[in-house]
């Protein structure tokens, strides 16, 4: 599986991005999928995660409330809106696949990761 992130950018506090991570192959639909995210100096943080069939759900503390993971399996794409952004949401935001059954917040639990998109998010 290769992943593609994308939507990255810059944003004013309070505002949104939208990001997008494009998977190749034809099993996308068996993998759970997820969105971490490293700030510089600082470990990579589990951000969200989206099951096979979207079954599954879960936010970090950190986002819930503001972000929402989504995916279309018939265009090999999952998604994550970012809303109400912070200024300590700037990070690269990554894209993972785990072929887990619910949501992993642990990064060794991903098998397949994309490249990381940055978004800054100015004050």
């Known amino acids: 599986v290769q992943l593609q992130a994308s939507g990255g950018g810059s944003a004013q506090a309070g505002g949104s ?3 997008s991570c494009a998977a ?3 099993t996308f639909s068996s993998y759970l999928m997820g ?3 490293q700030a510089p100096g600082t470990e990579r943080e589990f951000v969200a995660g989206i ?3 979207s079954s599954f759900i879960a936010y970090a503390d950190s986002v ?3 972000f929402t993971i989504s995916r279309d399996n018939a ?3 999952v998604y994550l809106k970012a809303d109400s952004l912070k200024p300590e949401d700037t990070a690269v935001y990554y ?3 785990s072929r887990a059954v619910i949501p992993q917040t642990q990064g060794r639990m991903y098998d397949y ?4 998109t940055l978004v800054t998010v100015s004050s």
Do not use: M, P
Not at 113 to 116: D, L
């Open 24 to 26: 190749s192959g034809r």
């Open 113 to 116: 990761w994309g490249q990381g």
């Open 75 to 77: 265009k090999n794409t």
């Open 35 to 37: 969105w971490f995210r």
């Open 64 to 66: 819930k409330g503001r």
């Open 17 to 19: 991005l939208s990001l």
């Open 51 to 53: 099951s096979g069939s």
């Open 95 to 97: 894209c993972a696949a």
